[in-house]
């Protein structure tokens, strides 16, 4: 809610639907509503949003859930003038080995939307104790101690996923936080804390390992960064076109100056 505040309240905001829920169920269109916003679009798995040539299709959201509570979660698909763009985010296998994939999600996208040109996931591999999840408390207290997924995707998932949309371009899309951002305890590095990086990677399988496996099926491997700009190329290709939009450190100084770590910029706070 805190990034959707600086939009317009008459814009369409797609959330997941309660009537995916199996027992509990974020209630979005409440919560969104009470903010302002008058266009809350509940979408259940499979139902589409339509806009001038194209729209969206709600897809159902893996993983990501430590404590396998089942509460309904959507990803989606931008089917635009015969471009097909899929963002699963941080979906991937569950806990017992469900995803997208395996259920034939993404092969039931290709036949009625055609190929997918490009995928957006965080290819980051979270195995974590299942009491450090904020709902954790909503689980079994016999399982808080028991070792759950926060979004594991391993290479060989995602060239099965790139296999199964017949996409041409992947993108790592959360690989690259903002400047002024710290660096997120679990993927996002903004470059700042090389160290703290190598430690929680260190037994991760390589970014190169994942691009090898897509060029093998002719899908590129983008490791994007805050505000990348993808164009259609005159071939049909998507062509990633790194700094060529604002740059986040010149968005930041618009409204709060210099940052503390910029050169010659204050000095961090003390307490």
Known sequence: ?????????????????????????????????????????????????????????????????????GIPRNCYLIADRGRNIFIPVDSGPTNSGESAVKDGVIDGLVRRYGAIDTVYEQPGQLLELRTFAAYACLSHPGRWLEVGENCCVTSDYLTQLAASARARLFVAYAAGGADWLPDHPVFTFSGRNQALRELITAHWWPLDELKDKLASQGCRCHYSRALDIFRERADGFTEPLPGAGPQPIELYRLDHGDPPFAPGGPAPRTR
């Open 1 to 69: 809610p805190r990034t959707l505040l600086a939009f317009p309240k008459e814009t369409p905001v797609i959330v997941s639907s309660r009537t995916n829920r199996r027992a509990l169920y974020y209630d979005y269109k409440a919560l969104l509503g009470g903010l302002g916003f008058r266009r809350v679009v509940e979408l259940a798995h499979g139902e589409t949003w339509a806009f001038d040539g194209g729209c969206v299709v709600s897809v159902p959201f893996y993983g990501e859930c430590s404590c396998e509570l």
